[in-house]
């Protein structure tokens, strides 16, 4: 597609159930990035993917989080035993490399809301 | 570590009025500074951004200045829009992160009036 596509666009699930977010970045683009956005808060950098590179995980908040990259393109960002404070939005983006050097686009984000 | 500060929203202003929303941010050496907005509805989109001190980034007439001497890097536009309604965001990334993470200031929502 044109832009970074994602999926579910809104999730209402009950606390303690699993839930996976679909990211589809723009095609040829090496780099990949989740971020989160709470409520009133700024975005938080979860999970980063370079190519075949081992991902840079810093920013995943606990291992009930988790987040895969199949074949360079579609990636899957998993939350085990959600608890309602992981309702936000989830961002994906990506980029034709290095952010410093190329533009990030962003998806519209997932909102994922835990009851 | 890395951060971001940006005033607290919401800015509100008619038509036509000067903008300025503040940014300052705390990083060792010389990172890359960047704006962002959020149309309603819409994704984030890049607005403009600034590589080194004393650069200049501008786009759809806003304009924000690299100041390394105060870290600042402060948006600007002279006239505003009701179409400019959205939510700015101020953003770095630090070369010591290896250029892979855009870490965010909180966000500063404006709403321009007719």
């Known amino acids: 597609g044109a832009g970074v596509s994602q999926s579910p666009s809104n999730k209402v699930t009950e606390k303690g159930k699993d839930v996976e977010l679909r990211c589809d970045p723009i095609?040829?683009?090496?780099?990949l990035y989740w971020y989160r956005q709470s409520l009133g808060q700024g975005l938080e950098f979860l999970i980063y993917?370079?190519?075949?590179?081992?991902?840079?995980k810093s920013g995943l908040p606990s291992d009930r989080f988790s987040a895969e990259r199949t074949g360079g393109s579609v990636s899957t960002l998993t939350i085990q035993r959600t608890q309602q404070e992981d309702s936000a939005v989830y961002l994906c983006?990506?980029?034709?490399?290095?952010?410093?050097?190329?533009?990030?686009?962003f998806g519209e984000g997932s909102w994922l809301t835990v009851v | 570590g890395d951060s971001v500060t940006q005033m607290e929203g919401p800015v509100t202003l008619s038509e036509e009025a000067f903008l300025t929303i503040n940014c300052t941010y705390t990083?060792?050496?010389?990172?890359?500074l960047f704006w962002y907005v959020q149309y309603p509805g819409e994704g984030l989109q890049l607005l403009l951004k600034?590589?080194?001190?004393?650069d200049k980034g501008s786009n759809k007439g806003f304009e924000a200045t690299y100041r390394k001497e105060t870290t600042s890097f402060h948006l600007e536009k002279g006239s505003v829009q009701v179409s400019d309604s959205a939510v700015y965001f101020c953003?770095?990334?630090?070369?010591?992160?290896?250029?892979?993470?855009?870490?965010f200031g909180a966000g500063t929502r404006l709403a321009v009036h007719p």
């Open positions: 983006a990506s980029s034709s490399g290095t952010v410093g050097g190329n533009t990030i686009y």
């Open positions: 095609s040829g683009h090496t780099a």
């Open positions: 993917f370079q190519g075949n590179s081992a991902p840079d």
């Open positions: 990083a060792t050496g010389y990172p890359s």
């Open positions: 600034a590589t080194k001190a004393d």
């Open positions: 953003a770095l990334t630090h070369p010591a992160g290896g250029y892979n993470k855009l870490i």
